[in-house]
Nanobody, 115 residues
Framework: QVQLVESGGGLVQAGGSLRLSCTAS????????MGWYRQAPGKQREFVAR???????NYADSVKGRFTISRDNAKNTVYLQMNSLKPEDTAVHFCHTTKYGVNYWGKGTLVTVSS
């Protein structure tokens, strides 16, 4: 059974940084694409960043140059380093992957950026 557990969210001032972690079980993060999404209050869930099995990354335009996705294969964990945070980054951030065509989501971790 695939489980994704996020951590690292919190309250930070604008311009600050946070690092989110997503620890996976039931799936090997080195051979599956892993992604981060977020959902702000009253808005739809949106794509943030993705890392493929080959290590290629892509980002939403809104976070390009500020966020970095990476993974630690030994820990089966994916990270999202978030720098220069803005109030509009406030959202619940979710880890995502697919296995055999099935989507899996974590429960999310809340990031709140104060102005």
């Amino acid at each position: 059974q695939v489980q994704l557990v996020e951590s690292g969210g919190g309250l930070v001032q604008a311009g600050g940084s946070l690092r989110l972690s997503c620890t996976a079980s039931g799936i090997t993060t080195s051979i599956h694409a892993m992604g981060w999404y977020r959902q702000a209050p009253g808005k739809q869930r949106e794509f943030v960043a993705r890392i493929t099995s080959g290590g290629n990354t892509n980002y939403a335009d809104s976070v390009k140059g500020r966020f970095t996705i990476s993974r630690d294969n030994a820990k089966n964990t994916v990270y999202l380093q978030m720098n220069s945070l803005k109030p509009e980054d406030t959202a619940v951030h979710f880890c995502h992957t697919t296995k055999y065509g099935v989507n899996y989501w974590g429960k999310g971790t809340l990031v709140t950026v104060s102005s």
